[in-house]
């Protein structure tokens, strides 16, 4: 008993002690990576709560659903290309058999002002009529602008007032692991969100169309969300569903998007010219092996390799040789052969590229004017 009597007033007097002294500052605490999302991600709660809401309030009015009739069979989109399911509809909800079918996808107001919608190619193929529904429930017809089939790019156009209009980000600013959001119709549920990571970038040469550099994305994509928006969490259109991987006709988190940089430059063509004018260099690519890349000091998996100029070609006159090595194109880092044809493929007749280019171990800069593809 004495000693805890001894006990208690030696804490008495540390007690008092310190009670005097000024208080010891905690230490300063890194943010947790909860506390750093809620602190940096736009539309962070009051309450702390991360959440997407805010932004999904003004990005949702401008994805609309797209529903067309045609008397053709319109089961020959990317996205629906699973196992017919029992009941007499296909896993995307459409009937298999009448002279009247209807194909449900999703669509992106880019333009408020004209009522300009982007969209695939594929929703809308073959359809006699091509019916718009905006998020408040209105409806209308839509005229097509132009469609690409090629890229799965499409245009139609309605007639409206008070449309929101999502505003371009850049995909070429991609990295994988941003995260990202998928909106559209799946099976007719429209303004369905779902959210993910960029699970990958470039992919080609999956068979889905002929000029493929698609955003690979584990946000749930699935029939019907074909030309739906794939916004950033600004809210910024960074890609176009288009397709996904899906042997049952349902989502297993692969899903692909055209990045918007193509579809804006293809819109634009489609826009002024109703086509697509396809532009033409005249050489023939590989990608760099990567043996080649550590003698010439460049990073895996940067750079294309020149192995044949056709003559007489824009290539030719530019003064390009087989064995050169492009690097960038426009002062834009060249990734791969197909990601450099694409770009070219893409420009106007007529138009000027500046290609950076290795030759024999010395860095050089040439001009080539593009042709137009025959």
Same mark, same amino acid.
């Given at each position: 008993m004495e000693r805890f009597s001894r006990l208690y007033a030696l804490g008495a007097v540390l007690i008092t002690i310190l009670a005097g002294c000024e208080p010891v500052p905690a230490p300063k605490l890194a943010q947790t990576p909860d506390t750093a999302y809620q602190s940096s991600r736009p539309g962070a709660a009051q309450n702390g709560r991360p959440t997407l809401a805010p932004m999904l309030e003004a990005v949702l009015p401008a994805v609309v659903n797209i529903s067309t009739t045609s008397a053709g069979n319109m089961r020959d989109s990317p996205m629906l290309k699973e196992p017919p399911s029992p009941g007499g509809f296909d896993e995307s909800g459409i009937p298999r058999h009448g002279m009247s079918q209807q194909s449900l996808g999703s669509g992106v107001i880019v333009n408020g002002e004209n009522g300009l919608i982007l969209t695939s190619h594929h929703v809308i193929a073959n359809g006699e009529r091509v019916i718009v529904t905006l998020q408040d429930g209105r409806n209308f017809?839509?005229? #097509?602008?132009?469609?690409?089939? *090629?890229?799965?790019?499409?245009?139609?156009?309605?007639?409206?007032? !008070? @449309?929101?209009? $999502?505003?371009?980000?850049?995909?070429?600013?991609?990295?994988?692991?941003?995260?990202?959001?998928?909106?559209g119709s799946p099976f007719g549920l429209s303004q369905t969100v779902t959210s993910g990571i960029v699970s990958a970038l470039g992919r080609s040469g999956l068979g889905i169309k002929r000029y493929e550099d698609y955003i690979q994305t584990d946000a749930s994509i699935n029939p019907g969300s074909s030309g739906g928006a794939l916004v950033d969490l600004n809210g910024d259109l960074i890609g176009i569903n288009t397709a996904i991987v899906g042997p049952a006709g349902g989502n297993?988190?692969?899903?692909?998007?055209?990045?918007?940089?193509?579809?804006?430059? #293809?819109?634009?063509?489609?826009? *002024?010219?109703?086509?697509?004018?396809?532009?033409?260099?005249?050489? !023939? @690519?590989?990608? $760099?092996?990567?043996?080649?890349a550590k003698v010439l000091g460049l990073e895996p998996g940067k750079g294309v390799l020149i192995i044949q100029v056709q003559p007489n070609s824009p290539a030719a006159k530019a003064g390009l040789h087989p064995g050169d090595v492009v690097v960038?194109?426009?002062?834009?880092?060249?990734?791969?052969?197909?990601?450099?044809?694409?770009?070219?493929?893409?420009?106007r007749a007529?138009?000027?590229?500046?290609?950076?280019?290795?030759?024999?171990?010395?860095?050089?800069?040439?001009?080539?004017?593009?042709?137009?593809?025959?």
């Open positions: 017809e839509a005229k #097509v602008v132009g469609a690409d089939p *090629e890229t799965d790019v499409a245009v139609v156009k309605i007639e409206a007032k !008070n @449309l929101k209009a $999502l505003r371009f980000g850049d995909s070429r600013s991609l990295r994988v692991g941003d995260f990202v959001v998928a909106i297993v988190g692969i899903g692909f998007a055209i990045p918007s940089h193509l579809a804006q430059s #293809v819109m634009q063509q489609l826009v *002024e010219n109703g086509e697509v004018h396809r532009g033409h260099l005249g050489v !023939n @690519l590989r990608d $760099l092996p990567p043996e080649l960038s194109i426009d002062n834009a880092p060249v990734d791969s052969a197909g990601s450099l044809s694409n770009t070219v493929r893409l420009l007529g138009s000027e590229i500046k290609l950076d280019i290795l030759r024999e171990g010395k860095r050089r800069t040439v001009t080539a004017r593009i042709d137009q593809a025959g």
